[in-house]
């Protein structure tokens, strides 16, 4: 219920500023977290108004795994 209760604060957010926000998200799934960073510009009809929301989602699990190592890494070599 949680979730669909933020999906639905999302929804409303890109309503009311009635432009695209991308938004930060992680969902639990068998395997472990995904990170995901959806996009969610609305759908604006010829007479202005927003009549939908598409979601392009794309998954950055690996990207943040990657990202956390180089910044140990860089951590660990500013010591030296």
């Known amino acids: 219920m ?3 209760e933020d999906y639905i604060r999302k929804d409303k ?3 009311a500023q009635r432009k695209a926000i ?3 998200e992680v969902e639990e799934n068998r395997l472990g977290n995904d ?3 959806p996009i969610r510009p609305p759908v604006i009809n010829e007479q202005g108004e927003v009549i939908g929301i598409a979601v392009l989602q794309g998954i950055i699990t690996e990207q ?3 990202e956390e190592a180089l910044l ?3 951590e660990k070599f500013k010591g030296l």
């Open 13 to 15: 957010e890109v309503c």
């Open 22 to 24: 991308r938004f930060m």
């Open 35 to 37: 990170i995901q960073k």
């Open 72 to 74: 140990k890494s860089e």
């Open 64 to 66: 943040k795994i990657a």
């Open 2 to 4: 949680k979730l669909a």
